[in-house]
Nanobody, 124 residues
């Protein structure tokens, strides 16, 4: 079992920034961030390959959010800028147990492990 521990959520005003972190115990994985607002499905936000050379973003966050990783610390980050009230959700990090250093996946079904979630609330 792989444990993923998210941190960095909170309450911020519209236009503000937050940085989420996700620490994974053990080996490196292809990693993703998803979010789920109340009454809605879990949506893809961003993903990064094991090597860090490939990334993918949902259209709704492109140019505002940046995913990165520090493999020495087994930690993935999501820098969120220009936050909007519609970004309010519970944010989950997820790990894809793939050997492919260049794989990124936008599908939740591709991910093998999930964190407990961290709440992001953006006030207008």
């Amino acid at each position: 079992q792989v444990q993923l521990v998210e941190s960095g959520g909170g309450l911020v005003q519209a236009g503000g920034s937050l940085r989420l972190s996700c620490a994974a115990a053990g080996r490196t994985f292809s990693m993703g961030w998803f979010r789920q607002a109340p009454g809605k499905e879990r949506d893809f936000v961003a993903a990064i390959s094991r090597g860090g050379g490939k990334t993918a973003y949902a259209d709704s966050v492109k140019a505002r959010f940046t995913i990165s990783r520090d493999n020495a610390k087994n930690t993935v980050y999501l820098q969120m800028n220009s936050l909007k009230p519609e970004d309010t959700a519970l944010y989950y990090c997820a790990a894809d147990f793939t050997l492919d250093f260049n794989r990124v996946s936008v599908s939740a079904a591709s991910y093998d492990y999930w964190g407990q979630g961290t709440q992001v609330t953006v006030s207008s």
